[in-house]
């Protein structure tokens, strides 16, 4: 009798889990979509949007060459200071027995501008009088004067205010461009706001201890000015300091050189235009205008030296000017955007002709939405 053997089926090992890690792939892929659009929606109106047409304006005016000169200068502007002032106060309860003078008077050194009162008690109640004298410490003016006589002043009021005659200050911040241009009395030129006319004066100290803002360094510089009848403490003014000066020669406003190569030159105006005329773009064709080679010297930004023997003072020359201006607003819908390609981003849909995948494709995404949670 044979027995029969009863092979016992193998036993298929547990299946494992899937591996976590194509979920992981799923997620970095989702948050750099994410990204993207965001990234895009950021961006996109700034770099496709259209703010405004603008449209350039050329026309050609008819100036004259002058006679003149260039210069470099460092300007400034603030508030005058006088260079000696002198405040008086009471240095005690008193009362004012004579006043000699009126504010904006002049006064001579020594000159008395008002007596004071004081009075004294001691320490065993006794009262005593003693009279001072406000004088002059130097020719001036007197600024200010307080009360009149019987009035009653406390102690640590202002009695008078006088200001000298030698002169004021005012302080100039210059670059660190510039500042190893300025030297101790170097002129300056002065313009006060309150009073008609020019005013020289000096550079009267130079501080080399800068002062930073940002990225740039700027020196105190402080320029003097004589006396001024009718100029007062606190008057605003504007200096400048010429650096550099062209000497007298032709000018030309700069719009009007034109450069090719190592060759400047400018254009004749027509023989019959009249100074001040203004030629639009289309009336003039350069190539039949007359062509002066120049040599060019200093400029200051607006004006420039030149040399040449085809102009002189009150030739008549070309000068280009070019204005732009907003014609509207273009809110018109683009599929097709100003990017190569023809579409919103260089070469696709993203940038580099769209997001490589690798082996995984998201339309297989796991059912059910992105799991809660991953393990290690």
Avoid: H
Avoid at 201 to 227: E, R
Avoid at 288 to 293: A, D, F, G, S, W
């Amino acid at each position: 009798m044979k027995t029969k053997t009863q092979t016992k089926p193998q036993q298929q090992p547990p299946r494992k889990p899937a591996k976590k890690k194509k979920y992981v792939k799923w997620i970095i892929i989702a948050a750099v979509i994410v990204a993207v659009a965001v990234a895009a929606a950021l961006l996109l109106p700034k770099l496709l949007g259209n703010s405004g047409d603008s449209a350039r304006i050329t026309t050609y005016n008819v100036e004259e060459v002058t006679y003149g000169n260039v210069s470099t200068t460092i300007s400034g502007s603030g508030n005058l200071t006088p260079v000696s002032k002198t405040t008086f106060s009471a240095e005690y309860e008193a009362e004012i027995t004579a006043v000699n003078f009126a504010a904006g008077g002049e006064v001579a050194a020594d000159d008395v501008i008002m007596t004071v009162t004081y009075t004294v008690v001691d320490r065993f109640g006794n009262e005593s009088t003693d009279d001072a004298e406000i004088t002059a410490p130097y020719d001036g003016i007197i600024l200010e004067l307080s009360g009149a006589v019987g009035d009653t002043v406390s102690q640590g009021d202002t009695l008078c205010m006088v200001m000298g005659k030698d002169g004021y200050t005012m302080d100039i911040s210059v670059d660190e461009l510039n500042i190893s241009y300025v030297e101790l009395g170097q002129s300056v030129q002065f313009s006060i706001d309150a009073v008609t006319g020019a005013y020289t004066g000096t550079v009267s100290s130079i501080s080399y201890n800068g002062s930073t803002s940002g990225s740039v360094t700027s020196y105190k510089i402080k320029a003097k000015l004589d006396y001024i009848e009718g100029v007062y403490p606190g008057m605003s003014a504007s200096a400048n300091i010429v650096i550099e000066d062209s000497g007298n020669g032709l000018l030309v406003p700069v719009d009007a050189v034109y450069t090719s190569g190592d060759t400047n030159y400018v254009y004749l105006a027509p023989s019959d235009a009249e100074t001040g005329t203004e030629y639009d773009e289309s009336a003039i064709d350069l190539n039949k205008m007359t062509k002066v080679t120049v040599t060019t010297g200093m400029s200051d930004g607006s004006y420039t030296l030149v040399e040449s023997d085809s102009l002189s003072e009150g030739s008549r020359i070309l000068v280009k000017k070019v204005t732009s201006t907003a014609t509207g607003s273009d809110t018109s819908s683009r599929s097709d955007r100003d990017f190569p390609g023809g579409s919103d981003f260089p070469g696709g849909n993203f940038p580099g002709g769209g997001l490589d995948f690798g082996d995984f494709d998201p339309s297989n995404r796991p059912s059910g939405g992105i799991p809660s949670g991953f393990g290690g």
